[in-house]
């Protein structure tokens, strides 16, 4: 599948929240869109969800060339998950998949999210991280071909970072899903993502592989991908 974003923009009031967003996304990649808080990078993904509409530009999903609707073949993880508190976790990931046709049960993300020590508790009971890797699991059950995760994993107090980072990695490329991550969360996850969008005050100022972006900033007086980030906005962004 390819998802093609044509000069997207969104205003609210005076202010330009996105400017002319032009992007351009493949099935089997991971995508990090990275920008420092109020770049847009929300309003951006509400934007594809349909959750809000944008004030000019176009989003359309091809598949084999073909058209299809993003909505029924994407699912979005947002930054918090509070809905069913009062059933338990195990409840939960069964009436997800169970009303899901084609529900996607992936037994070594269940265990590298630790799953099995949290199913008896109730959703209202348990911390922020431990929301996050129920909410990062529900998404991937529902087997969509296109995956938007907003940081998922802040929070998350994980300790085979390393196993999952490659777990993610596999599976994303093994089922061919074209993956969306906004996240400041890096550190230990930076393999994940094959491409890099770099948004600042709602314009992109840059987007290609991860490999190709760091090579061309290697002169940046910050490693990785903040040197990159620092080197096209002037401005430091703390990925943890
Ligand atoms: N409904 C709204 N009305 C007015 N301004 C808004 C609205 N929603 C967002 N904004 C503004 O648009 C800008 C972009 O917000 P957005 O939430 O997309 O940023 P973000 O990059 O996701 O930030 P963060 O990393 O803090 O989540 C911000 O300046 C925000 O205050």
């Given at each position: 599948m390819e998802l093609n974003v044509t000069k997207i923009s969104k205003r609210y009031g005076e202010k330009n929240v996105l400017q002319d967003v032009s992007l351009n996304f493949k099935s089997g990649n991971t995508y990090l869109i990275l920008g420092k808080n109020g770049a847009g990078k929300s309003t951006f993904i509400n934007i594809l969800a349909g959750n809000i509409k944008s004030d000019e530009g176009v989003v359309v999903l091809l598949d084999g060339g073909e058209k299809r609707e993003l909505q029924p073949n994407a699912i979005f993880q947002y930054q918090s998950f509070n809905s069913f508190r009062f059933l338990k976790v195990k409840e939960v990931l069964s009436f997800f998949a169970m009303t899901t046709s084609n529900a996607q049960e992936d037994p070594k993300l269940y265990e590298l999210l630790s799953l099995d020590r949290i199913k008896n508790q109730l959703i209202e009971n348990l911390s922020g991280g431990e929301r996050k890797a129920v909410s990062l699991y529900l998404t991937f059950l529902l087997n969509k071909s296109v995956v938007v995760l907003d940081e998922?994993?802040?929070?998350?107090?994980?300790?085979k970072k390393f196993l999952l980072e490659r777990h993610l990695k596999e599976k994303i490329a093994a089922q061919n899903l074209l993956a969306i991550i906004i996240s400041h969360e890096i550190s230990g996850y930076?393999?994940?993502?094959t491409d890099v969008v770099i948004l600042d005050e709602g314009k992109v100022l840059e987007t290609g592989e991860t490999a190709y972006l760091l090579d061309k900033y290697?002169?940046?007086?910050?490693?990785g991908l903040e040197g990159v980030f620092y080197s096209l906005t002037g401005k430091y962004i703390e990925v943890s």
């Open positions: 998922p994993f802040a929070e998350l107090d994980i300790e930076q393999e994940l993502f290697k002169n940046s007086p910050f490693q």
